[in-house]
């Protein structure tokens, strides 16, 4: 099978619509969590989402932003966001992304927005170190996509070996995984890269093929900076698009 991966959406349709175009024709999409939170679409993007059948789990905005996340967990700007988009969320939107699991498990992967060991926790996974845990916790499964950090990255772990490996993906790039290996993916952010490319970031995972491959694609930023300006959001939420940080 042939499957998208769109995490950390954050509201920005202009973006999801670009990445949607250029996955094209797709056995099943994934998202890793964050549908909204940060931009000015999140109905809009919560639609498409939900009509696509999108098998997504639930990240820590769209948590926030139906009250099964505390608030002050978060930086001001981000709270000025999440309060936004709760104003303005569809009942049935909100709904749905109550409904959304921690960790969605299938016969070959594992979904979560953060780390496995403590979901709703929402802990970082930013180094080999951290991913340690989570590898762990995987048992059977090989690999496990994430998302929450917006920065583009494989780990690949060799059973019985100490450490993993850090694989940088901010540029995009295809790898192919091996046997005797556990990874976990890391594709990305659809609507807010953090890894210094304000590219929007997806995946492509074929499980015939054996690969996983991290793209970039242009997408309307001034429409989405301009929405977010009219919205009265964050001065620094759509500043931040330009750079990719």
Same mark, same amino acid.
């Given at each position: 099978?042939?499957?998208g991966i769109v995490?950390?959406i954050?509201?920005n349709?202009?973006?999801?619509?670009?990445?949607l175009e250029?996955?094209?024709?797709?056995?099943?999409?994934?998202?890793?969590?964050?549908?909204?939170g940060?931009?000015?679409?999140?109905?809009?993007?919560?639609?498409?989402?939900?009509?696509?059948?999108?098998?997504s789990?639930?990240?820590?905005?769209?948590?926030?932003c139906?009250?099964?996340?505390?608030?002050?967990?978060?930086?001001?700007?981000?709270?000025?966001?999440?309060?936004?988009?709760?104003?303005?969320?569809a +009942?049935? &939107?909100?709904?749905r992304?109550?409904?959304? #699991?921690e960790?969605?498990? %299938?016969?070959?992967? =594992?979904?979560?927005?953060?780390?496995?060991?403590?979901?709703?926790?929402?802990d970082?996974?930013?180094?080999?170190?951290?991913a340690g845990?989570?590898?762990?916790?995987?048992?059977?499964?090989?690999?496990?996509?994430?998302?929450?950090t917006?920065?583009?990255?494989?780990?690949?772990? +060799?059973? &019985?070996?100490?450490?993993?490996?850090?694989? #940088?993906?901010?540029?995009g %790039?295809?790898?192919? =995984?091996?046997?005797?290996?556990?990874?976990?993916?890391?594709?990305?952010?659809?609507?807010?890269?953090?890894?210094?490319?304000?590219l929007?970031?997806?995946?492509?995972?074929?499980?015939?093929?054996?690969?996983?491959?991290?793209?970039?694609?242009?997408?309307?930023?001034?429409?989405?900076?301009?929405?977010m300006?009219?919205?009265?959001?964050?001065?620094?939420?759509?500043?931040?698009?330009?750079?990719?940080?």
């Amino acid at each position: 099978m042939r499957y998208g991966i769109v995490s950390d959406i954050h509201g920005n349709l202009e973006a999801l619509s670009a990445v949607l175009e250029a996955i094209g024709t797709v056995d099943q999409i994934m998202c890793p969590g964050d549908i909204v939170g940060y931009g000015p679409n999140p109905n809009e993007c919560c639609e498409i989402i939900g009509d696509l059948k999108v098998i997504s789990v639930l990240g820590n905005h769209d948590a926030a932003c139906v009250g099964r996340h505390d608030l002050e967990w978060f930086n001001p700007h981000a709270q000025t966001a999440i309060l936004w988009t709760r104003d303005r969320l569809a +009942k049935s &939107h909100a709904d749905r992304l109550l409904e959304r #699991p921690e960790i969605h498990s %299938g016969p070959e992967f =594992l979904i979560v927005h953060g780390s496995i060991t403590q979901p709703l926790e929402f802990d970082y996974i930013t180094s080999p170190w951290r991913a340690g845990e989570s590898f762990a916790e995987m048992d059977e499964h090989a690999i496990c996509f994430i998302g929450h950090t917006h920065i583009a990255e494989i780990y690949a772990y +060799k059973l &019985h070996h100490l450490g993993a490996d850090q694989i #940088p993906k901010c540029e995009g %790039g295809k790898l192919t =995984l091996a046997p005797g290996f556990k990874y976990i993916v890391n594709c990305g952010s659809v609507g807010q890269p953090r890894d210094g490319n304000p590219l929007a970031s997806y995946g492509i995972y074929d499980s015939e093929e054996n690969t996983i491959e991290i793209c970039r694609v242009e997408y309307d930023m001034p429409t989405t900076q301009r929405k977010m300006i009219e919205a009265g959001l964050p001065d620094a939420l759509w500043q931040r698009l330009e750079y990719g940080m």
